[in-house]
Nanobody, 126 residues
Framework: QVQLVESGGGSVQAGGSLRLSCAVS????????MAWFRQAPGKEREGVAR????????YYTDSVKGRFTISQDDAKKTLYLQMNSLKPEDTAMYYC???????????????????WGQGTQVTVSS
């Protein structure tokens, strides 16, 4: 079992920054693919970034490249999403997700991520 608990959401003006955290509790920390997804009202869930513990590889969706950074603190067993230069279109509920696997599923395949947090709201005002 893997348990995920997000925190760090809030309201910020456009151009501002927020850092989301996801506390990870798992039976193994090897070969875990972790990702951040977001869902705005009336829109489909969108993959934002992913991090694979085997090799520390990362991947970002085009709309956040250069603005968002996904990282992991091994000691704290925490996944982060540093969000800079925020835009109103970044407003959404953000979810941490994970799966224990030998490859990291594409962000388009949200169904391949077996474990999900409860979500944290990010609101960016213009």
């Amino acid at each position: 079992q893997v348990q995920l608990v997000e925190s760090g959401g809030g309201s910020v003006q456009a151009g501002g920054s927020l850092r989301l955290s996801c506390a990870v509790s798992a039976y193994t920390y090897d070969n875990i693919c972790m990702a951040w997804f977001r869902q705005a009202p009336g829109k489909e869930r969108e993959g934002v970034a992913r991090f694979y513990t085997a090799g520390d590889s990362t991947y970002y969706t085009d709309s956040v490249k250069g603005r968002f950074t996904i990282s992991q603190d091994d000691a704290k067993k925490t996944l982060y999403l540093q969000m800079n230069s925020l835009k109103p279109e970044d407003t959404a509920m953000y979810y941490c997700a994970a799966t224990v696997t030998f490859y990291c599923p594409p962000l388009l395949d949200a169904f391949r991520y077996n474990y999900w947090g409860q979500g944290t709201q990010v609101t960016v005002s213009s």
